[in-house]
């Protein structure tokens, strides 16, 4: 008892009295040693959510460092997922951009449950992320053109593509046919929503068609894949850009490497399924920094454009 009682009051009284008179060797050790102990742990405490630690370079970052650089580590240009509402905003010139259908949500049409409901799952990312699904689309200016923009968004159910996903990406494409825009989409999907079933897949061959209408209009579109973009969106939209362009270090691919790995009973290649490996294999057209991103949509648009309007082929 009185070994516990002795180091609680010379941390309350620290400061104030004299120090305690020399003890027996041993007891003295034991009484200095939780004292500095406590200190140190309470300078140490950081308060939650305001630094993040880089995955590749284990820098930490300070959060609102890690913001004010659209989400790409100082240290290493490691690039973190950004939200769609950001990237947006990085993207498109102020106050240029217009949304379409943002009140549209997903409808639980085959009543699924699993380990969760469907509906509530909608209900939860809703509230979580702050979007209604896990695309934003709408027209905005980059730089001096103006463009039919959709920007996925990782953290709502893993950007997987449902039937509102799809429904607002055809429109977009649409409109942006029906107005003569180029398109910009910037995809990152887990593929289709297995919640949704056969609905979600149709939503692959929609989005198709509609851009194959784009394309006859002699109008360009730009896919920026970005950290992941797999499955059912990979299969799609996302690679049927006139450039395909990707951030650097995303990983891109259809099935994901475990289950190639099991179905080929093969080694795979180093750094299978990313961006710089399927650049150098002609899937994709250049790798750009997001704090490139802005710079060289323009450059490309322009370009495109131009080919457009000389009659130039653009793929
Ligand atoms: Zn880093």
Redesign the pocket.
Request: proline share 6%; hydrophobic share 40%; charged share 20%.
């Given at each position: 008892m009185a070994t516990s009682f002795i180091p609680k009051r010379s941390i309350g009284l620290e400061g104030k009295e004299p120090p305690p008179p020399p003890e027996p060797k041993s007891a003295a050790g034991f009484i200095k040693k939780p004292k500095l102990g406590s200190g140190r742990a309470r300078k140490r405490e950081i308060p939650e959510g305001l630094w993040t630690k880089?995955?590749?370079?284990?820098?930490m970052?300070y959060d609102k460092e890690l913001d004010d650089n659209l989400k790409v580590?100082?240290?290493?240009?490691?690039h973190f997922p950004i939200g769609a509402r950001e990237r947006i905003h990085a993207l498109v010139e102020t106050c240029s951009f217009e949304e379409m259908d943002p009140q549209l949500i997903s409808v639980d049409i085959l009543g699924f449950t699993g380990v969760a409901a469907y509906a509530d799952k909608l209900e939860s990312y809703q509230r979580s992320t702050g979007l209604k699904d896990a695309v934003v689309t709408g027209i905005g200016r980059i730089g001096p053109y103006r463009v039919g923009l959709g920007v996925m968004d990782f953290s709502f159910l893993g950007g997987s593509m449902g039937s509102v996903v799809g429904e607002k990406l055809t429109h977009l494409i649409e409109s942006a046919t029906d107005k003569g825009l180029g398109l910009v989409i910037v995809s990152t999907s887990g593929g289709a929503r297995m919640y949704e079933g056969m609905f979600s897949l149709m939503q692959m061959a929609k989005t198709a068609a509609a851009l194959a209408y784009h394309a006859q209009s002699r109008l360009p579109y730009i896919s920026v894949l970005t950290h992941p973009t797999t499955a059912g969106v990979m299969a799609s939209f996302a690679t049927l850009g006139d450039l395909i362009i990707a951030e650097p270090g995303a990983m891109i691919g259809f099935a994901g490497p475990r289950v190639i790995k099991d179905t080929t009973q093969a080694e795979l290649p180093p750094g299978f399924q990313t961006a710089e490996f399927l650049q150098e294999r002609g899937l994709i057209d250049s790798i750009v920094s997001r704090k490139e991103m802005k710079e060289r949509l323009i450059q490309y648009l322009g370009f495109l454009l131009h080919s457009q309007r000389h009659g130039i082929a653009a793929s």
């Amino acid at each position: 008892m009185a070994t516990s009682f002795i180091p609680k009051r010379s941390i309350g009284l620290e400061g104030k009295e004299p120090p305690p008179p020399p003890e027996p060797k041993s007891a003295a050790g034991f009484i200095k040693k939780p004292k500095l102990g406590s200190g140190r742990a309470r300078k140490r405490e950081i308060p939650e959510g305001l630094w993040t630690k880089c995955p590749k370079c284990s820098t930490m970052i300070y959060d609102k460092e890690l913001d004010d650089n659209l989400k790409v580590c100082p240290r290493c240009s490691h690039h973190f997922p950004i939200g769609a509402r950001e990237r947006i905003h990085a993207l498109v010139e102020t106050c240029s951009f217009e949304e379409m259908d943002p009140q549209l949500i997903s409808v639980d049409i085959l009543g699924f449950t699993g380990v969760a409901a469907y509906a509530d799952k909608l209900e939860s990312y809703q509230r979580s992320t702050g979007l209604k699904d896990a695309v934003v689309t709408g027209i905005g200016r980059i730089g001096p053109y103006r463009v039919g923009l959709g920007v996925m968004d990782f953290s709502f159910l893993g950007g997987s593509m449902g039937s509102v996903v799809g429904e607002k990406l055809t429109h977009l494409i649409e409109s942006a046919t029906d107005k003569g825009l180029g398109l910009v989409i910037v995809s990152t999907s887990g593929g289709a929503r297995m919640y949704e079933g056969m609905f979600s897949l149709m939503q692959m061959a929609k989005t198709a068609a509609a851009l194959a209408y784009h394309a006859q209009s002699r109008l360009p579109y730009i896919s920026v894949l970005t950290h992941p973009t797999t499955a059912g969106v990979m299969a799609s939209f996302a690679t049927l850009g006139d450039l395909i362009i990707a951030e650097p270090g995303a990983m891109i691919g259809f099935a994901g490497p475990r289950v190639i790995k099991d179905t080929t009973q093969a080694e795979l290649p180093p750094g299978f399924q990313t961006a710089e490996f399927l650049q150098e294999r002609g899937l994709i057209d250049s790798i750009v920094s997001r704090k490139e991103m802005k710079e060289r949509l323009i450059q490309y648009l322009g370009f495109l454009l131009h080919s457009q309007r000389h009659g130039i082929a653009a793929s």
